[in-house]
Every structure is written in C-alpha cells, then in structure tokens.
Nanobody, 128 residues
Framework: QGQLVESGGDSVQAGGSLRLSCAAI????????MGWFRQLPGKGREGVAS????????FYADSVKGRFTISQSSAWMNLSLQMDNLKPEDTAMYYC?????????????????????WGKGTQVTVSS
C-alpha cells in the first residue's frame, strides 16, 4: 500500500504564490485521477482541482479558476498545484488525493467520493 505525501505549504501574504507538491510513494498501479482538496477546521472538505491521468484534462473550483494550476508528472504520478494571487480565503489545510480508474468517474465534479487515497495535508495560510 502506497502513500501520498504533500509538501510546500507555508504562510504568505495576499497576492503571493505557493507551489504545493504531492509525492506518490510505494504505489505499484497507476491512478485514474488525482486532485487537491482543502479543509478548514470544523468544515467539510472542498474540492479545489482535479486531473484525469489518461488525457491530462483538468477541472477547477470556480473560486480558484485563473489563479491555481494543477499539473501531474508522469514520473511516479507526482502532482503539483501552482497557486498564484493567493487570497486570505485560500487559507486551509490542503490535501492530495488519488483515485483508481474505477472510482474516478465523478472526479471532474471534485467529489471526495471519486478518490480513495489521501495524504495527511499541508497547511497554507494567507494573511491580508
């Protein structure tokens, strides 16, 4: 059983940029999709962006369109999230997620149910 390990979270000022990375370690099978989610304490998990591995098609939450870019490296399924023009409302714990080909049908809708493997998260804090 593999694991997803996020990195790159930090504290930045509004308008700044961060790049999150997710390393897929120990997996022996390819994913069907990968994605980024975020969560505030006491709140539900919100889908941020997703990508289908086969054709690299990407999907974004309306709140991050034009500011965030998801990308995936074919090398061991590593995932990145480039976040530009950050806003205080982007403050959250960010989680990397991966789904099998069987579960990814609703990944374009950024539904957590499309993903069956999760990292432990990396904290992003944006100050005004």
């Amino acid at each position: 059983q593999g694991q997803l390990v996020e990195s790159g979270g930090d504290s930045v000022q509004a308008g700044g940029s961060l790049r999150l990375s997710c390393a897929a370690i120990g997996y022996t099978m390819n994913f069907g999709c990968m994605g980024w989610f975020r969560q505030l304490p006491g709140k539900g998990r919100e889908g941020v962006a997703s990508i289908y591995i086969a054709d690299r098609s990407t999907f974004y939450a309306d709140s991050v369109k034009g500011r965030f870019t998801i990308s995936q490296s074919s090398a061991w399924m590593n995932l990145s999230l480039q976040m530009d023009n950050l806003k205080p409302e982007d403050t959250a714990m960010y989680y990397c997620a991966a789904g099998s080909v069987r579960t990814c049908r609703d990944a374009y809708r950024l539904l957590p149910s499309a993903f069956n493997d999760w990292g432990k998260g990396t904290q992003v804090t944006v100050s005004s």
